[in-house]
C-alpha cells in the first residue's frame, strides 16, 4: 500500500466501522477487511474488552431471544403497569412513587434499555465484526421500532437483534419479518388494525377499525418510498391487506396451541380482495397469503431498489453520494434479487471507492464508539439498579443527543450529516471529549503515546488541526490534547 493511501485507510476505517485502536494493525486490503465482516453473524452479548460476557451483571438479566419468553415479558410489563395504576388510586403519593419506581422504572425504564443499549455498544467496541455492526444499526433503523407505545420496552431489542440473521439472507425475507414482528405490529398499532367488514365488526366484538400506521409506513419507509409512485388509495389498501396480524400473549385471550408472537386473526382481517398499484390480492390458497404477495412484489420493485441503495449510500458515503455509487449498488441489489451479502459489499466498495472525494459526519453514537475505539477505552460500567451515581450508557447517549433506544420518530435517526450539525450538539461532544480525559489521565504516559498514534494517522501532517494537539502535547496538557482530537474536523467527519 503506497504511504500516501494511509491516511485513507484509517478514514475508510472509522466510515465503514469506528476506527482502529492504537495498538492495531493497519488491513493491508482494506476493502477485503471489511468484506469479510459481513459474510457471518456475530454474537452479540453484554461483553468485557476480551469479548467474554461481562460477569458482574445482575442476577437474571440477560438478552431475552426466544418470542415465548420475549411475549411473556411484555404481557409482565403490561399486567404491571395496571397493577401499578390501581395501586395509585389508594396509596399515598410518596408510597406509590417508591412502588411504581421498584416495580416499573428501574425493571423496564432502566435496566431494559440498559442492557441493549450496553449490548450493541459493546458488541460495536468488543465484538469480532465492527463492520457487520455499522449495517446492523442501519437496519435496526431502517425498521424502526422504539419504546413508548403500548408498554413495549420488552419488544424493541429482540426485535432489533433479531434482524440480525436475516441479514444474511435476502431483503424480501428481511422486509416480510420486520412486518410481521410483533415488536412491529405492536409498536405501529397493527394489532388494533380491525377491517370495517370483518366478523369481529359485523358481530360486535370489538368497536376498533383500520389504523394506517403500518400500511402506510410499508410503503413509505421500509420499501418504495414516495417515489415509488403510490398513492392514499395505495395506502388504504395496504392498511386492509394489514387487517387481522397481531400479537399473541400469554394473557386471557391466548388460544390453546397457537405460539406466542404473531398471530393471523382472520375474524379481524377484511374480508375480499385488495389492489395496491394496479395489482389485486386475493386469498384462493391462504387466508394470509395476501400480505405475503404485497410484500414480495415491494420488495422486489425497481423503485425499491433505488430507495434502498440511495439511503444505504447516503448513510455510508454523503448527503449526496456520487449518482454512480448509488447506481452500482441499485444495480447490485437488482441483479442479485435484493441479496444483503452482495448489497453490503457493494455499498462498502463504493465507499472505499469513494473515500477521498466524499465525507460523512459520524452520528452521536457512531462518534462516541469511535472515542472509545481510539483511545482504548471502555463503556462506562454502572447499571442503573439503584440512584448511586456513575454514567450510563444509554444516558451518555442521550446526553450526546441520540437517547438509543428512544427514536423520537418511526422514520428512524437522521441519517445526513447536516441533521446532527448544531451548536448545542457540537458542545455536548467537546464536554465529553473533556469528560473522556479524566479516564485517560489515569495512565498519562499511555495517554500521549495514544495522542501521538492517533494524531499522525488521521490529522492531516502539517494541518492547523495537527499543530493544536501537538503544542497541547508539548505542554502536557492532555485534556487539550485529547479533546482538540476527537473534536476536529478530521475525527468529526469520516
Known amino acids: 500500500m503506497p504511504p500516501q493511501a494511509t491516511p485513507l485507510v484509517h478514514r475508510f476505517t472509522r466510515r465503514v466501522a469506528f476506527g482502529l485502536r492504537a495498538d492495531a494493525q493497519l488491513p493491508a486490503d482494506p476493502l477485503n477487511w471489511a468484506q469479510a ?39 409482565r410489563h403490561q399486567e404491571a403497569e395496571r397493577a401499578s395504576f390501581a395501586k395509585g388510586r389508594s396509596l399515598p403519593r410518596e408510597q406509590y412513587a417508591e412502588e411504581r419506581k421498584r416495580e416499573i422504572e428501574i425493571p423496564y425504564h432502566r435496566l431494559e434499555h440498559w442492557k441493549e443499549a450496553q449490548a450493541r455498544a459493546s458488541t460495536a467496541l468488543h465484538g ?41 439472507g435476502n431483503f424480501r425475507d428481511l422486509l416480510w419479518h420486520a412486518t410481521v414482528h410483533p415488536a412491529m405490529l405492536v409498536y405501529l398499532d397493527n394489532n388494533e388494525n380491525t377491517g370495517p367488514r370483518s366478523r369481529a365488526v359485523r358481530e360486535g366484538w370489538t368497536r376498533r377499525s383500520v389504523n394506517e400506521n403500518l400500511g402506510r409506513e410499508l410503503l413509505e ?58 395489482k389485486t390480492y386475493t386469498a384462493f390458497v391462504r387466508q394470509d397469503s395476501k400480505l405475503a404477495d404485497l410484500v414480495t412484489d415491494l420488495a422486489q420493485h425497481p423503485a425499491t431498489a433505488r430507495h434502498l441503495a440511495r439511503k444505504l449510500c447516503v448513510y455510508f458515503i454523503d448527503d449526496e453520494p456520487p449518482p454512480q455509487a448509488v447506481a452500482h449498488v441499485e444495480q447490485v441489489f437488482r441483479q442479485s434479487r435484493g441479496d444483503l451479502p452482495a448489497v453490503h459489499r457493494a455499498v462498502i466498495e463504493m465507499c472505499w471507492a469513494h473515500i477521498a472525494s466524499t465525507r460523512k459526519l459520524a452520528s452521536p453514537e457512531a462518534w462516541l464508539l469511535q472515542c472509545l475505539t481510539l483511545t482504548g477505552l471502555d463503556l462506562p460500567r454502572a447499571i442503573p439498579v439503584d440512584d448511586r451515581g456513575g454514567i450510563k450508557t444509554h444516558y451518555l447517549l442521550g446526553d450526546l443527543g441520540q437517547p438509543i433506544p428512544r427514536c423520537p420518530q418511526p422514520n428512524g435517526w437522521p441519517i445526513r450529516s447536516v441533521d446532527w450539525i448544531s451548536k448545542e450538539l457540537m458542545d455536548r461532544r467537546v464536554r465529553y471529549a473533556g469528560l473522556l480525559s479524566n479516564d485517560l489521565g489515569r495512565q498519562p504516559a499511555a495517554m500521549v503515546r495514544m495522542l501521538e498514534v492517533q494524531s499522525e494517522r488521521h490529522l492531516a501532517e502539517g494541518s492547523a488541526e495537527q499543530a493544536l494537539v501537538r503544542s497541547a502535547l508539548a505542554r502536557r496538557d492532555l485534556r487539550s490534547a485529547n479533546t482538540l482530537l476527537h473534536v476536529s474536523p478530521s475525527l468529526l467527519w469520516a
Open 37 to 75: 465482516q459481513v459474510a457471518q453473524v456475530p454474537p452479540i452479548d453484554i461483553l468485557e474488552r476480551d469479548g467474554t460476557r461481562r460477569a458482574d451483571l445482575p442476577e437474571g438479566m440477560r438478552l431475552l431471544w426466544e418470542m415465548d419468553e420475549v411475549m411473556t415479558a411484555f404481557h
Open 128 to 168: 469480532a465484526a465492527p463492520v457487520f455492526e455499522r449495517f446492523w444499526h442501519f437496519w435496526a433503523n431502517h425498521f424502526m421500532v422504539a419504546p413508548g407505545n403500548q408498554n413495549n420496552d420488552t419488544l424493541v431489542g429482540p426485535f432489533q437483534r433479531s434482524l440480525r440473521p436475516k441479514m444474511l
Open 221 to 278: 419507509l421500509f420499501s418504495l418510498s414516495p417515489e415509488g409512485g403510490y398513492t392514499q388509495q395505495d395506502v388504504e389498501a395496504t392498511t386492509l391487506l394489514l387487517t387481522g396480524w397481531r400479537d399473541m400473549k400469554p394473557d386471557r385471550h391466548h388460544k390453546p396451541g397457537v405460539p406466542l408472537g404473531t398471530y393471523f386473526d382472520f375474524n379481524h382481517h377484511e374480508p375480499g380482495a385488495q389492489t395496491v398499484m394496479g
